[in-house]
T-cell receptor
């Protein structure tokens, strides 16, 4: 099962672009990379998922280099409401995912 | 409104008592999951079910039990055998096809043992 490493915490300011990088050196061929967002005392919310190159949706972009040993979640023009914990998960299927402690992102005014 | 509901939001239990946490979904999803989250930690899988009348143990199933008699419902019982049950419990569901790891989570139940 692929283990991930991501920063414990990050700070940024409103209106900035935030990039959170996740390292997953032992990713397997069939593994997908998935990111979730969690606010305090709430369930996580799916943000984005990808396998290779770049994926973009209305909320974020996910960049995956060719070797797939890392990935970067990009949040454009963050606001205070983006303050949350962000989890990077690698694997498939869902019941084999390992949830680390995530990255606590704090957005300042 | 489609979604997942969990009840109650807060639950207090005396040591030695069994308690059941409710999880209901009207998303017509096949798979359902129960997770436990301790402060500052990620989620840990307790049980999962991919189809009605079938469920599998996750990483920390000891002291817990589940049933899946209906597609919409996946209740979790925390038994007295669970030595440290105080935690935040999350239920999730996932459609049978589509995005591999996109789970939909409920609002959670915070269980406190007195």
């Amino acid at each position: 099962l692929a283990k991930t490493t991501q920063p414990i915490s990050m700070d940024s300011y409103e209106g900035q672009e935030v990039n959170i990088t996740c390292s997953h050196n032992n990713i397997a061929t069939n593994d997908y990379i998935t990111w979730y967002q969690q606010f305090p005392s709430q369930g996580p919310r799916f943000i984005i998922q990808g396998y290779k190159t770049k994926v973009t949706n209305e909320v974020a972009s996910l960049f995956i280099p060719a070797d797939r040993k890392s990935s970067t979640l990009s949040l454009p023009r963050v606001s205070l409401s983006d303050t949350a914990v962000y989890y990077c998960l690698v694997g498939v299927p869902s019941y084999q995912l390992i949830w680390g402690a995530g990255t606590k992102l704090i957005i300042k005014p | 409104d489609g979604g997942i509901t969990q009840s109650p939001k807060y639950l207090f239990r005396k040591e030695g008592q069994n308690v059941t946490l409710s999880c209901e979904q009207n998303l017509n999803h096949d798979a359902m999951y129960w997770y436990r989250q301790d402060p500052g930690q990620g989620l840990r899988l307790i049980y999962y079910s991919q189809i009605v009348n079938d469920f599998q143990k996750g990483d920390i199933a000891e002291g817990y039990s589940v049933s899946r008699e209906k597609k919409e419902s996946f209740p979790l019982t925390v038994t007295s055998a669970q030595k440290n049950p105080t935690a935040f419990y999350l239920c999730a569901s996932r459609p049978g096809v589509g995005s591999y790891n996109e789970q939909f989570f409920g609002p959670g139940t915070r269980l406190t043992v007195l």
